[in-house]
């Protein structure tokens, strides 16, 4: 037996291979299908099943393409609804695979179709559990992602999710790995570790929904302080159930080099994709940026509200196929080509160049930048931590819905440390705005003498 944990960090994703006696499945894979692919080929082995926890909100799975390549079975839990072939297992379905076997345990309460899958070794002991989004390691999957107006609240599935993990995870043994389908840093929970697997029995003693809480306490607290889902999670749920563009096609028709001149002359959005230090000292007028090295495609997705956006990509030599494929990961298949040659080739064709202003942290805090406002762009769990006196909170989460609203006068805009900030100040100059970035953020703020309001101060 041979089990690979595959994690993806730009979106806190975990997709695995399992493997005994020449026949492998996938679990959760993401868009390309390349890695899955070649590790099997590596070891000789065949994909037998590609099994799915979930419809995903937070991605586009590579199921149906690999299932297209592979030959292998599409495997959902009850109640799964697709516009494509799948198996559409039972409860305490088992399947075989060389000399272990899997079996699906129907878990909702993330989602209703939510299933974990627990596997038994090759001496029939149950040897780990695949739990998707029903259980991470110190949190469990938020319950408002499947909700339907008048059918199902939030409530409703939290109070599910409870029963879920008490009647099907918990009474299973505590020596049983937990491997999740996300770790700290995605938006399908609230408080994550930064581990990927643990002992189930670690999780009984120190995940707060496996411990001894009430239904109604559970159903609170998952229920209270969770920002709304980025505006791309219902779009990419969607796509996981109706089917999607191949990924080849994606490639074949977003992989275009594109002189300066044609990129000029295009309405296509510029997304640059390059550190956000090269985008201060020069980006092509009216571009957006956000950096590959960040969380980048949850932000696209969180941004960019058109999944059918034209888009032409700005990126370092050889980061092309990258961006291109990060973006097809949420849903974004719109690419129609690349800068050819990157912003040296921008430069060199005489076209005009702008540039972002920014201020260091100390002469902020002495001269200030002749701003009418300050713009925070952290979530606002972050800000009521503590910020700036007198910062206005537009987090970059809602941006899309609130960038209107704040283009009017000199803004200084800054985040924690200077991502999110280079992002919030792309979007606002692409619109008319005068925009500073205070460098190095709220971290770098804090060490000057600025006034500063916090729960500690009030």
């Known amino acids: 037996m041979y089990i690979e944990?595959?994690?993806t960090g730009c979106l806190a994703e975990a997709a695995y291979y399992i493997e005994s006696e020449g026949e492998a499945i996938i679990i959760d894979p993401l868009r390309e299908t390349e890695p899955y692919i070649e590790l099997a080929n590596s070891r000789g082995a065949k994909i037998k099943y590609i099994f799915e926890t979930h419809f995903h909100a937070d991605f586009v799975s590579g199921h149906i393409d690999l299932a297209k390549k592979t030959g292998a079975s599409i495997?959902?839990?009850?109640?799964?609804?697709?516009?494509?072939?799948?198996?559409?297992?039972?409860d305490n379905q088992v399947f075989e695979l060389g000399k272990i076997k899997i079996k699906v345990l129907h878990t909702p309460g993330h989602t209703p179709e939510s299933s974990c899958y627990l596997l038994f070794d090759e001496n029939g002991k149950e040897h780990s559990i695949y739990t998707g989004d029903t259980l991470f390691i110190g949190d469990v999957g938020r319950p408002d992602l499947a909700?339907?107006?008048?059918?199902?609240?939030?409530?409703?599935l939290a109070a599910t999710l409870y029963d879920s993990l008490r009647n099907k995870i918990m009474p299973l043994p505590d020596n049983?790995?937990?491997?999740?389908?996300?770790?700290?840093?995605?938006?399908?929970?609230?408080?994550?570790?930064?581990e990927t697997s643990a002992l189930l029995g670690d999780q009984k003693k120190t995940n707060y929904a496996l411990g001894d809480i009430s239904?109604?306490?559970?159903?609170?607290?998952?229920?209270?302080?969770?920002?709304?889902p980025p505006q791309y999670f219902s779009k990419a749920a969607a796509q996981n159930k109706s089917g999607y563009k191949s990924i080849d096609e994606v490639f074949e028709s977003s992989l275009k080099a594109l002189s300066a001149k044609a990129v000029s002359e295009s309405d296509a959005l510029v997304l640059d994709t390059r550190h956000q230090n090269d985008f201060r000292d020069g980006h092509i007028k009216g571009a957006w940026y956000v950096g590959l090295h960040g969380q980048f495609a949850p932000w696209v997705g969180a941004l960019i509200e058109d999944l059918h956006q034209p888009i032409i990509i700005v990126a370092d030599?050889?980061?092309?196929?990258?961006?291109?494929?990060?973006?097809?990961?949420?849903?974004?298949?719109?690419?129609v080509g690349y800068?050819?040659?990157?912003?040296?080739?921008w430069i060199a064709a005489g076209t005009s160049v702008e540039k972002l202003d920014s201020i260091a942290p100390d002469e902020f805090a002495k001269n200030g930048a002749g701003q009418d406002a300050i713009l925070d762009v952290r979530k606002p769990t972050e800000y009521e931590d503590g910020h700036v006196a007198g910062a206005v909170n537009a987090p970059l989460d809602f941006f899309c819905e609130i960038a209107d609203q704040h283009t009017k006068g000199k803004l200084a805009v800054h985040c924690k440390s200077g991502y999110r900030s280079v992002i919030a100040a792309s979007i606002l100059m692409?619109?008319?705005?005068?925009?500073?970035?205070?460098?190095?953020?709220?971290?770098?703020?804090?060490?000057?003498?600025?006034?500063?309001?916090?729960?500690?101060?009030?």
Not at 75 to 90: E, F, L, N, W
Not at 218 to 226: A, D, N, Q, S
Not at 339 to 345: E, K, P, Q, V
Not at 431 to 448: N, R
């Open 215 to 228: 239904k109604e306490d559970f159903v609170k607290e998952l229920t209270t302080g969770i920002l709304p």
């Open 317 to 335: 030599e050889g980061k092309e196929r990258e961006a291109i494929m990060r973006l097809a990961r949420v849903g974004y298949d719109n690419v």
């Open 339 to 345: 800068l050819a040659g990157g912003m040296d080739s």
């Open 430 to 458: 692409s619109k008319g705005a005068q925009v500073v970035d205070i460098m190095g953020g709220y971290d770098a703020l804090i060490t000057t003498d600025l006034p500063l309001e916090s729960p500690e101060l009030a």
């Open 176 to 194: 049983i790995t937990v491997y999740p389908g996300h770790g700290a840093g995605s938006a399908c929970g609230k408080k994550m570790s930064n």
């Open 75 to 90: 495997v959902y839990g009850p109640t799964a609804k697709t516009d494509y072939d799948v198996i559409v297992a039972a």
């Open 147 to 156: 909700q339907k107006s008048g059918e199902i609240t939030a409530e409703d």
């Open 5 to 7: 944990q595959l994690y």
